[in-house]
């Protein structure tokens, strides 16, 4: 399928958003590794906004810089989330609570471990009626994820928005599944070429189960490797690049997704 992306946000370690981040993507700037850093988000109320976890602030952050890139309206924007761990440092809590003698807990923790949690925030925050889809599929879910917001703007010929994010556990979950830091990316994704367009997307899979296009980077390269989200960097250098280049991401059961990257 062919869709085009109209928007980007991107929020991790040392990558303060895409604007902040396209020189070190595209290599012409230098990585320097630091504290993720979540921008305060105004659109939620204050109520909510403090029940909000890193999870939620990270794919609130990524959606709306990528929706307001695109110039759409949040609002009217079917949505996709896609998340390996869902809110990891709330989980933890949760677990810690269970294994307590009491086992009481807390119903703000109860609301947030729900893994669409996120989609109901992005609702309220951008007063959305619109359709929104949460799913995880482990280590490949930012793929799964691009595909499923990809078939809905190709069938639709419309916007979707998807926001792709992980955040760690800490121990001892963490040394069963970690996940080595919080990291987001959200795209605007439309079926149709406008003048919004930064470049055409060809998505296909195949049963080559080769290697995912890994980043010259070192620093970036542990960061796609060490989070699951993350796996879409590939896909923001060649975007930050603007040169054509097929982007190759493992799925699963053996399978791969190929995308050819094309400038507008």
């Not at 929020?11 to 993507?25: D, H, N, R």
């Not at 850093?37 to 109320?45: C, G, R, S, T």
């Not at 989330?81 to 009481?104: P, T, V, Y």
């Amino acid at each position: 399928m062919k869709i085009f992306v109209e928007g980007v946000g991107v929020l991790g370690p040392g990558l303060c958003g895409w604007q902040a981040s396209q020189a070190i993507l595209a290599g012409t700037a230098a990585y320097i590794d630091a504290a993720l850093v979540i921008p305060p988000n105004d659109f939620l109320p204050s109520a909510e906004r403090r029940r909000t976890g890193p999870a939620v602030k990270i794919a609130l952050a990524v959606g709306c810089e990528a929706v307001a890139h695109a110039q759409r309206n949040a609002s009217e924007l079917p949505s996709v989330f896609a998340s390996s761990a869902g809110e990891g440092e709330n989980m933890q809590a949760i677990f810690e609570a269970l294994a307590a003698e009491g086992r009481e807990i807390s119903p703000t923790r109860f609301h947030n471990s729900v893994h669409n949690a996120p989609s109901g925030y992005w609702s309220i925050a951008t007063k959305s009626m619109e359709p929104s889809i949460s799913l995880a599929c482990y280590d490949d879910s930012f793929v799964a994820g691009l595909i499923e917001a990809g078939a809905q703007a190709y069938t639709d010929k419309d916007a979707v928005v998807l926001m792709s994010y992980d955040t760690p556990y800490t121990h001892p979950v963490h040394d069963a599944r970690p996940i080595s830091a919080g990291f987001g990316i959200g795209l605007v994704l439309s079926g149709n070429k406008t003048n919004r367009s930064l470049a055409g997307l060809e998505i296909s899979i195949s049963r080559n189960n080769g290697a995912s296009t890994p980043i010259a980077n070192p620093q970036l390269e542990s960061m796609r490797l060490g989070t699951p989200a993350a796996r879409g960097l590939p896909l923001l250098v060649a975007l930050a690049a603007r040169t054509q280049k097929q982007v190759c991401i493992n799925y699963v059961a053996g399978n791969q997704v190929n995308i050819m990257v094309q400038p507008c």
